[in-house]
Structures are given as C-alpha cells and as structure tokens.
C-alpha cells in the first residue's frame, strides 16, 4: 500500500485547545514494524505534543509545509520546509513544536520502535511508560515520582 504524505486522507485529531493536530499514520499503514512514522498538521496558534524527551527512541522531524517553531533544550528556533532535525534519546533531545502562524504545519514523525519506553515530560514532572505486551496488547502509564509505591507495596 502507497500512502501520500501530501494527501487530506486522517487517521485522527486531537480537539484539545492549545494542541489541535491531525495525525495519520504511515508506518502503521504500509505494516512497518520497527520504525515509527506519522504525519501531523498543527492548526495555526497550536502545538503538537508536551514538550518531552525519550529514554529508549530517537526520533526525528522532517518539515514538509509552513514554518514552525521547534522548542529543545538550547532554546527556540523556526523551521521551514525541507529541514530535518534529530532528536537523539535523553534529556538533550527534548523537543516539542508549536504553529505560530496563520497556515497549517505538516511535519514527519520518524522514529525508532522499541518494545518498552520512557518519556519525560519536564514542564509537568511527569513520568510515561508504555509497552506492548507479545500478544499485541497495549500499556499505557503516565505518573509523577511522587506518587510512586515502593517496589514491596501490596506483597505479602
């Protein structure tokens, strides 16, 4: 199956203020297994996620339309069409990006896939874990440090 990355064909939207997008899915739909792709439009005056960093993926980001802003860790810079910009795992590839303007932003997402992962979310202090188990099922868990229980909580 071919997918064009130019195309108006969606797999899904976030409608929360301050973080609408449109995303479909690209490695999902031509049966990618070990690298990550999605495509994302930002809406104009949004983001596309908090800004974060991963412990086990790196990711990276090619621009395909508008100009938008890539927050990381040395500060604050505009994008345009045709840049591409790694994000490596760790703290030094936070990233996060913002629509400033008045037309929608179309970027890549690549990434590597792995079977676990963590992200860190610094702005909020929060923790995620996800996974898939061998049987295809999903887990999902998103946490602040404090909230952890120690490792013998529960047990008998």
Do not use: C
Not at 60 to 73: A, C, F, H, I, T
Not at 99 to 122: F, G, H, I, Q, W
């Amino acid at each position: 199956m071919d997918v064009n990355l130019f195309g108006d064909e969606w797999d899904g939207a976030n409608e929360r203020p301050g973080w609408q997008t449109r995303n479909l899915g690209v490695g999902r739909r031509l049966g990618a297994e070990r690298i990550g792709a999605s495509v994302y439009e930002i809406a104009p005056g949004q983001r596309n996620f908090p800004y974060h960093y991963h412990l086990a993926l790196e990711e990276m980001v090619v621009v395909l339309s508008g100009r938008p802003v890539l927050r990381q860790p040395s500060g604050e810079r505009t994008l345009q069409p045709g840049d591409a910009v790694l994000f490596p795992r760790g703290e030094g590839g936070g990233h996060q990006l913002r629509n400033d303007t008045d037309e929608p932003v179309r970027v890549l997402m690549l990434s590597s896939k792995a079977d676990a992962e963590l992200v860190v979310y610094p702005d909020s202090g929060k923790l995620g874990a996800a996974g898939s188990a061998p049987d295809g099922t999903s887990m999902r868990l998103i946490t602040r440090p404090e909230s952890a229980v120690d490792y013998w909580d529960g047990e008998g």
